[in-house]
């Protein structure tokens, strides 16, 4: 294949076309420093001979979605070429289009066209979480995971992440924050029963346990966002102070106690102890169906 037929792999998707059939496939007995390892050169590469990207931030896969491209992929091949880099003769590891080739072995396809480049641990995550978060549209919280990754892995600054994912910096605060939020608001978040929007409201509650009882108004009565964050300023409104002596603050160990009952019970729960180690736990509910949800986790 001439020069001229490789370069015009960069000229678009006509260009890509008209030259899909003249791709020669990769020799595998060539060596680690060859031709095949320049940016924008294409190849033809075994699926058998290709592993997945380690640092995939993407953990879930429309299952309808993949079987659709699959079809696609039966009538017209794989348009658009996959990323690799090259590990040994034998053996390239994904760097970006963990869709299209998991949809290219459901359409039965045995090789399939790839770019081959040379990068480190560091530029494969980035790729990989740069694709994935523009074209697959991951939930918040892989989204959130995947940018506290970058940052502790590759080093960066939240500019310098924003930048590399075209996202201002109070973006990429609000996506982090959100995996301060207790695991169970987490998990409402990653299925898809909270919005970024209800997600918004909550992160600027201080106290988990208002967090959760507040995240347990949203599910049982579906609020909606704007009810949510008015729910919030609600909460958050100065209360009156009384005179007379204020209580001491709780402890740390009695506060991570309560943050953990109220984890369990998706209800805000208050723990009292006295100096001679009694005490009481009140736990809330919001109707006679909460009631009997608490009383079966506490096995009544």
């Known amino acids: 294949m001439s020069a001229e ?17 003249n791709v020669q496939p990769n020799k595998n007995n060539a060596s680690l420093g060859s031709e095949v390892g320049n940016l924008g050169s294409v190849n033809e590469i075994k699926l058998s001979e290709i592993e997945v990207n380690p640092f995939q931030p993407r953990t879930d896969f429309d299952e309808q979605a993949l079987l659709e491209l699959a079809d696609s992929i039966k009538l017209q091949g794989l348009i ?14 994904l760097i970006s289009g963990e869709r299209r080739l998991r949809a290219s072995k459901l359409a039965g396809l045995t090789q399939v ?8 641990d560091q530029q494969m ?8 978060i523009q074209r697959e549209n991951l939930n918040a ?18 500019e310098e992440l924003g930048e590399r994912v075209s996202k201002n910096r109070s973006t990429v605060t609000n996506y982090l924050r959100l995996l301060k939020l207790p695991p169970s608001i987490q998990a409402s978040i990653r299925d898809g029963q909270l919005s970024m929007g209800h997600a918004k409201a909550l992160i600027t509650i201080e106290d988990p346990s208002k967090q959760i009882y507040i995240h347990q108004h949203i599910i049982n009565q579906g609020l909606s966002v704007r009810k949510t964050e008015e729910m919030v300023r609600d909460l958050q409104k100065p209360s009156v102070k009384k005179e007379g002596k204020q209580p001491e603050p709780i402890s740390f160990q009695i506060q991570k106690i309560q943050d953990d009952l109220a984890s369990k019970f998706s209800t805000r729960v208050k ?3 006295g100096s001679q180690g009694q005490g009481t736990i009140e736990i809330p509910f919001l109707s006679e169906n909460d009631l009997n949800r608490i009383l079966e986790m506490l096995d009544w």
């Not at 015009?8 to 008209?18: C, I, Q, V």
């Not at 658009?80 to 590891?93: D, F, G, L, W």
């Not at 066209?113 to 480190?120: I, L």
């Not at 995550?125 to 994935?132: D, G, K, P, S």
């Open 113 to 120: 066209p790839a770019y081959v480049r040379t990068a480190n």
């Open 141 to 158: 919280i892989e989204v959130a995971l995947s940018f506290q990754r970058m940052i502790e892995e590759c080093s960066l600054k939240q």
């Open 80 to 93: 658009q070429p996959i990323t690799v880099r090259r590990v040994n003769a034998h053996s390239y590891q």
């Open 5 to 21: 037929k490789r370069n015009a792999l960069g000229r678009g998707l006509s260009a890509l076309l008209n030259d899909s059939e």
């Open 271 to 273: 723990l009292k102890m």
């Open 125 to 132: 995550l980035e790729m990989a979480l740069i694709e994935n």
